[in-house]
């Protein structure tokens, strides 16, 4: 018996079977969301999209075949079977999008009719994929004259391999765009390929092609089409300005080897220290490809200024070093560099260009605003003890990652933490942080502070520490299962005296959480006799339905 035959016969077994899936359920919980997107042997069979993804193929095909090929069933499953078929077809974007070959050939024999090739297929299916272009080839001729050109233009943006069997299999060829296409993505082998065998192309005059190989750093494709151009290189100032924003230095190189003239002003410089290109800022500078001379204090200050606010230290140094006339950098530079969280920035502006408060706009608020960045916080509130805490800082800090600012707020100054806390604690689910709380204040637990917690998904951990200390009152919050988008938590509800109602499966279906599905059919009735076809675009919605089918065809 060989071994595909072995693992076939193991997997009809019940007993193994269940075995083998016991076996990976941690690896598969750790991997899952909330458990939400966890599936028994049965539950796979009801989402055709999860049977490819796990390529399980034999089972995709076998409960096509058995279901909506061969539908025995009686009519009282009729909107299982129609779900099931519409699945299956929403199965084929999803085979297109892992270039599933042997799911998208048999969608293709089984719904021939159904399938909108020239709306479903994009470039990005086929452009690397040899073997789909190979099917596409053999089962859709439509789908080429339809497209024509495009195809083989749109596959220059990927492999060669594709572009040689468009070249030796179709007869539509391809048009300049596919040299354009191909210079964007740096594909020089193509360009040279079509150059040999697709004559009626004009390879050497596409100067948009130029431009774009240049503007995206493909160097050695700008190399190819410059020195075998026959008219002048032309890039207008916005293609420079997008090779400066880029950072590619090495065209910036190669334009000035090849003696092509062009200006590089104070947009560009500007533009280089925005996105942090020090190399390209140091080789303008120092080759006096600008001159310093031609940028005035005000400009070479918001160079200062946008170095500090993009978080380039290395940089700012660089630029603070090599103009000693410049006393301060503009006005609101330390609160946008604080307020995005620049440590080593805001510690250089306060080093060099003063402490005074008349040196910085917005100071009487600036704590307030970088209090999502606490080391900058307590660096800022350390060095300008004049400046005014908020009042509410301690409660911000009680959704902080830990107790670090709570504890250092608590050490340092006279605040304490209101009862808004606690909704902080919530949108953290720290436990370490509600165990501090409770520790270190005298704030009583808010009655309702169990159906706070139900949408956030560390949340289990809280409940159960609410529980120990006699703070888990259900009747509290009666809707906390409806809300709730974690099998742990409405399982623990369930067995601690929570309500529901038919919301609960609503929510359940809506997150297509297929566990708490189950969880909610098994162990509630607030769902039964309820319609849920608002949701009947999920995937979810008539998985029960589907799910005893599957069960009971044992497939």
């Known amino acids: 018996m060989d071994k595909i035959h072995s693992f076939n016969y193991i997997l009809k077994s019940v007993v193994l079977r269940t075995k083998i899936f016991q076996y990976i359920t941690d690896i598969h919980d750790q ?3 909330n458990r939400s997107e ?3 042997w049965y539950d796979l069979g009801c989402f055709p999209d999860q049977l490819i993804k796990f390529n399980y193929i034999q089972r995709y095909k076998e409960i096509f075949n058995t279901i909506i090929r061969d539908n025995s069933c009686n009519t009282l499953a009729n909107l299982t079977i129609s779900k099931f ?3 299956y077809l929403e199965s084929f974007s999803f085979a297109l999008d892992i270039g599933n070959i042997e799911a998208i050939e048999f969608l293709n024999q089984t719904l021939p009719n159904e399938i909108d090739y020239s709306r479903l297929v994009r470039r990005e299916h086929y452009q690397s994929n040899l073997a789909l272009i190979e099917f ?17 233009d749109d596959a220059a943006f990927g492999s060669l391999e594709v572009i040689k069997f468009l070249n030796f299999n179709r007869t539509e060829g391809c048009s300049t765009q596919a040299i354009t296409n191909a210079a964007t993505k740096g594909n020089l082998e193509i360009i040279k390929f079509i150059r040999d065998n697709q004559p009626t192309v004009q390879v050497f005059t596409n100067k948009i092609a130029v431009r774009f190989a240049a503007k995206n750093g493909h160097l050695e494709v700008l190399k190819f089409l ?7 290189v032309d890039f207008s100032i916005s293609d420079i300005l997008e090779i400066v924003k880029g950072g590619h230095l090495p065209i910036i190189k190669y334009l000035l080897e090849i003696d092509y003239y062009f200006e590089i ?8 220290v925005n996105n942090g290109h020090f190399e390209m800022l140091q080789y303008f500078f120092e080759n006096n490809i600008i001159s310093q001379e031609n940028i ?6 918001i160079l200062i200024d946008n170095a500090a606010i993009n978080g380039n230290l290395e940089m700012l140094r660089y630029l603070h070093s090599n103009r000693s006339s410049i006393e301060s950098c503009s006005p609101n530079t330390l609160y946008s560099t604080a307020t995005r969280g620049h440590l080593e920035e805001v510690k250089f502006l306060l080093d060099n ?9 917005y100071m009487d608020y600036i704590l307030h605003d970088v209090r999502s960045h606490f080391e900058v916080f307590r660096y800022i509130y350390e060095n300008r003890r004049d400046l005014l805490l908020p009042s509410n800082v301690m409660d911000y800090y009680a959704g902080y990652k830990d107790t670090t600012a709570l504890q250092w707020l608590k050490d340092n100054t006279s605040l304490r933490c209101s009862e808004r806390a606690y909704d902080n604690v919530v949108k953290s689910g720290n436990l370490q942080t509600l165990q501090w709380i409770r520790e270190n204040t005298t704030l009583p637990f808010p009655t309702d502070l169990l159906g706070r917690f139900i949408t956030y998904e560390r949340a289990m951990p809280i409940l159960q520490y609410l529980k120990d200390n006699d703070a888990l009152n259900a009747s509290n919050s009666p809707s906390a299962m409806d809300r709730s988008d974690n099998l742990e938590v409405t399982s623990f509800l369930h067995y601690n005296s929570g309500k529901c109602s038919s919301d609960a499966m609503f929510r359940a279906i809506s997150i297509e959480n297929i566990q708490m599905i189950k969880f909610l059919d098994q162990h509630r009735t607030e769902h039964i006799n309820y319609s849920y076809t608002k949701l009947k675009s999920k995937k979810s919605f008539n998985f029960l339905e589907r799910l005893k089918l599957i069960k009971h065809k044992k497939i």
């Open 265 to 272: 002003a104070n947009i560009e410089i500007k533009w280089a």
């Open 226 to 232: 410059i020195e075998n151009e026959s008219s002048a």
């Open 31 to 33: 991997l899952a969301k």
């Open 38 to 40: 966890r599936y028994d």
């Open 136 to 152: 596409l080839h053999q089962n859709v001729e439509s789908w080429f004259e339809k497209l024509g050109t495009k195809v083989m």
């Open 353 to 361: 260009y003063g402490l005074r408060t008349s040196n910085f706009m």
């Open 85 to 87: 078929r519409e699945l």
């Open 296 to 301: 005035n204090d005000q400009q070479y200050t």
